[in-house]
């Protein structure tokens, strides 16, 4: 099916920078005055005069393009010729009354004056891309001719605007710039140019008849490089400076011409009968129009049009495609994300612009140069100078060619493999060093005896504390026994539940964590074995040598291997003789002074400059013989590595050496892993010490507020019994009943249970509980707002009311009653257990065994590792 004629298509040009006016011919002729003599500004007068009229010329511009193209490179020869002569700036020694100023082409309302030469060149360097633009645009493209004008004048467009942002953008932006002269804007409008031009060639192939398949590849182009400049039009600072319909017109190109890839593809494939993927590429052209018409809004009408009639001609093939492969071919058609990339065929490039655009032959103000050696010498140090630069690239070329060379044939590594000297790469060295400064695998063994004292250390204290509270409850039940009903003080069992609770979960904590602590043991004793290579030292003896073959046919091994280590010596001494040579290069030039030569001369340099620069031929010869003979002896070398290697089975060995890579990074992993959970296991014991301590002072505390108790109320028995009571009646004291002691414990403030206490951060579960074991709190909720006491109505245990029994003024008193059913000890929650502010802390717990810093509050650290069920 043949394709569709195209259209000449919509392209975008760029409007030239406008100025104001300026006189340079007074500042310049005073500067010459000043610095030089009047006489040699009225040497220079007609150079003064001619650069006036070149910059009144530009002011006007009223030209026709092809002389004003002329006019601007003319003048920018002569800015550069006047930057080595004339230093403007505001500084007073210099030229300081000129100050250019330009407008934004992009927003004529902004400007911007600078006293800097390098911005008037950028400006002139703008319009003259503009400028080509504007001749490309005028071409007729409907012709041959006027195709190609447009093509080259698009191309040196893109040319002069890459040599504005590589060469003079970065200078002129120093001071307050228009952003339509930035490194930015340059490189996207290069972009746009490139576009344009390739653009260009893909109307001369459509109207050629070229084959689909090219025709595709040159439109994929073309999309990339509208793609390109829409990248950089939606960056900052380029998106809030152009206009939206510039963005638009661009996205829709890439759109546009992305969709004509696919659809010229189409046909290529329709030709070859390859129905699915015909189907996917024109779906993936319609689905590319489609995005891009979503933001078209502003975008030229005959743009559109064009848009259009690519979307109808592609849904018209897809639906007769689509036809196609369900009657006939019943072909699986491919996502569209599943698809190849487009291929893609470049055919334009950037025009250099260097040789328009060089100065070096300009004749204005050729007698401001004071002296004319100078700038001889300066031409043959670029001569010298550019001598030595291809020679130095020629060395370190070869240099790298070496380096890639000997690390594809596996040299000299397999040699020193064969000596016993293998190596190991460094990442996993450092990895082994580490694991053997850390005590290596039996360094494993002392931290798990470690971890065995501290458990011991806890199960200890577990039995102490346990202990405390027995003891206290069998004296209880002892006078309980001995006093019957007399003795109404509520029984231990009733006060100390939440504190037997809390040592149980302590005791179910450190049973699991024993079982932990063995399938650790059991890890190092099974692994010991793998974990045994990081002993090795040095590491590098655990690898496997390259051996020599067990049956030798002729016995040429040793002269192999002595051939192949000769041939790498050489190779040294080449590389050697290399850096020697380029050292060599450089002494030349820092002693080579011809200045006294070239003053010394009457005739013509270059005769000079030929005979100077013949000095440098030998090293060069020295150079190109280097280069030489390396090439042949790494083609030598080459073919004696693969006669070692067959001779030595080189392969087998590579495979044993990987492995052995393998294996020690193995052990280093699990070595790692065992590490890890003993330290977790560490840090579990000792903050398990921390709050078994502190239960333990509690209970202590507890059997020591009840033993006070005791003793008070066997004195106000015996005083009973005695006949002592100065009340004249009988004691009552109010003993509440267990039950009611019970219904009072109800409202006991709650704390945190250690193993559930958690950090601001977050809730941290406990080494030893699994996902289904809930561990309860140590006590009852507590109620918002209720204080921090065991019993409400009760004082702390801290402050208690004066004694009974004696006065401030040491006289006695008589016997108040006592309520001893208050709970033994009121205030045993310390601040440990999120005690109330202001209330006493416990004595301080003793220091764990290890000298590992213990948190302040029971967090256990989080589980991981071993320490899990």
């Known amino acids: 099916m043949a394709a569709a004629s195209v259209a000449v298509n919509v392209m975008l040009g760029i409007h030239e920078k406008k100025t104001g006016s300026i006189d340079l011919y007074r500042p310049l002729r005073q500067y010459v005055v000043m610095h030089y003599s009047e006489r040699e500004a009225q040497n220079v007068e007609e150079d003064l005069e001619r650069v006036k009229e070149l910059r009144n010329e530009v002011e006007k511009a009223s030209d026709t393009l092809e002389v004003r193209r002329d006019l601007l490179q003319s003048y920018y020869r002569a800015l550069c010729v006047m930057e080595s002569r004339f230093p403007i700036s505001t500084e007073k020694e210099h030229v300081h009354t000129i100050a250019f100023t330009w407008y934004d082409a992009f927003k004529q309302n902004k400007k911007a004056s600078q006293h800097n030469i390098h911005f008037e060149k950028a400006a002139i360097l703008f319009n003259l891309g503009a400028l080509h633009s504007q001749i490309a645009l005028a071409g007729d493209r409907t012709t041959p001719n006027g195709l190609k004008q447009a093509c080259n004048s698009f191309q040196a467009a893109a040319g002069v605007f890459a040599f504005l942002r590589d060469n003079i953008s970065m200078k002129a932006s120093l001071g307050s710039s228009t952003l339509d002269v930035s490194v930015e804007c340059a490189g996207m409008l290069e972009r746009l140019m490139l576009a344009q031009a390739q653009e260009c060639f ?4 459509i109207s050629d008849g070229k084959p689909h398949a090219l025709c595709s590849k040159v439109a994929r182009q073309v999309s990339l490089y509208y793609e390109e400049a829409h990248a950089a039009l939606n960056l900052p600072p380029l998106n809030q400076h152009f206009d939206r319909t510039w963005i638009a017109h661009v996205q829709l190109k890439a759109a546009q011409f992305n969709a004509e890839a696919c659809y010229r593809l189409s046909l290529d494939l329709h030709d070859k009968e390859e129905i699915a993927e015909e189907i996917a590429r024109l779906k993936a052209g319609i689905a590319t129009l489609a995005d891009g018409k979503k933001s078209a809004k502003g975008v030229a009408g005959p743009l559109l049009d064009a848009v259009n009639k690519l979307e109808s ?3 018209r093939n897809l639906e007769r495609a689509t036809k196609e492969n369900d009657r006939v071919y019943l072909m699986r058609v491919p996502a569209i994300n599943a698809l190849p990339a487009l291929p893609t065929a470049s055919l334009v490039k950037s025009t250099p612009m260097h040789e328009c655009l060089d100065a070096s032959k300009e004749k204005m103000f050729a007698q401001l140069v004071p002296d004319s ?13 550019e001598t030595i630069r291809a020679q130095a690239e020629k060395l370190q070329q070869e240099s790298e060619i070496t380096r890639v060379k000997l ?7 397999s040699l020193h493999a064969l000596e016993g000297n293998a190596t190991l790469p460094e990442p996993l060295k450092e990895d082994v060093e580490a694991v053997q400064v850390g005590g290596g695998p039996a360094g494993l063994q002392a931290e798990m005896q470690q971890l065995k004292d501290l458990r011991r250390v806890n199960q200890e204290l577990l039995v102490q504390t346990e202990e405390l509270l027995q003891k206290e409850s069998r004296e209880d039940a002892q006078f309980r026994t001995q006093f019957g009903t007399r003795w109404t003080r509520p029984q231990s ?10 040592l149980n979960r302590f005791a179910s904590n450190l049973k699991q964590a024993t079982e932990s602590d063995g399938r650790i043991e059991r890890a190092i004793r099974d692994n010991y074995p793998l974990m045994g290579i990081l002993d090795c030292k040095p590491i590098e003896s655990a690898l496997p040598n390259l051996a020599r073959p067990i049956m030798s046919l002729d016995g040429n091994e040793d002269a192999i291997v002595g051939a192949l280590k000769q041939s790498l010596r050489q190779l040294e001494m080449l590389g050697s003789q290399r850096a020697g040579l380029e050292d060599m290069l450089k002494e030349m030039k820092r002693k080579d002074d011809i200045l006294p030569k070239l003053m010394a001369t009457s005739g013509s340099y270059e005769d000079l400059f030929k005979k100077e620069l013949g000095k440098y031929d030998p090293v060069c010869q020295e150079v190109a013989r280097n280069v030489e003979a390396q090439e042949q002896l790494l083609h030598q070398i080459q073919t004696q590595n693969d006669a070692f290697a067959a001779v030595f089975n080189l392969e087998d060995y590579k495979a044993a050496r990987e492995k052995g890579y393998k294996q020690i990074s193995a052990a280093v992993a699990k070595y790692r892993e065992i590490r ?10 000792v903050t398990l010490q921390d709050a078994i301590n502190n239960l333990k002072q509690q209970c202590s505390d507890f059997a020591m507020t009840r033993n006070i108790q005791c003793r008070e109320m066997m004195e106000d028995l015996q005083r009973q019994l005695a006949g002592l009571n100065f009340n004249g009646s ?12 019970s219904q009072r414990s109800a409202g006991v403030s709650s704390h945190p249970d250690p193993q559930n206490a958690h950090q601001a951060g977050g809730p941290r579960p406990p080494y030893y509980r699994t996902a289904e074991q809930s561990v309860p709190p140590y006590s009852a909720p507590q109620a918002p707002g209720q204080p921090h006491n ?7 245990y801290y402050s208690q009311a004066p004694s009974p029994y004696h006065s401030s003024s040491g006289t006695p008193q008589p016997s108040v009653p006592h309520d001893y059913s208050q709970p033994a000890y009121p205030g045993w929650r310390g601040p440990y257990y999120n005690a109330m502010p202001g209330s006493h802390p416990p004595p301080a717990a003793p220091q764990p065994p290890y000298h590992i810093p213990p948190s302040s509050e029971y967090y256990p650290p989080q589980q991981s590792g071993y320490y899990k069920r």
Request: charged content about 25%; hydrophobic content about 25%; proline content about 8%.
């Open 407 to 413: 690390k594809e044939m596996d040299l000299p590594d």
């Open 202 to 205: 893909f109307e001369k192939v």
């Open 373 to 385: 050696s100078a700038k001889a010498l300066s031409r043959y140090t670029e001569m010298v100078d």
């Open 313 to 315: 001609n592609i849904n």
């Open 730 to 741: 009988k004691s009552s004291y109010n003993y509440p009943s267990v039950s009611s002691t």
């Open 493 to 502: 069992s009733t006060l100390t539940k939440n504190l037997q609770d809390r």
């Open 676 to 685: 890890d959970n003993i330290n977790e296991g560490l840090k579990f014991y």
């Open 790 to 796: 065991v019993y409400p109505g009760q004082p702390p």
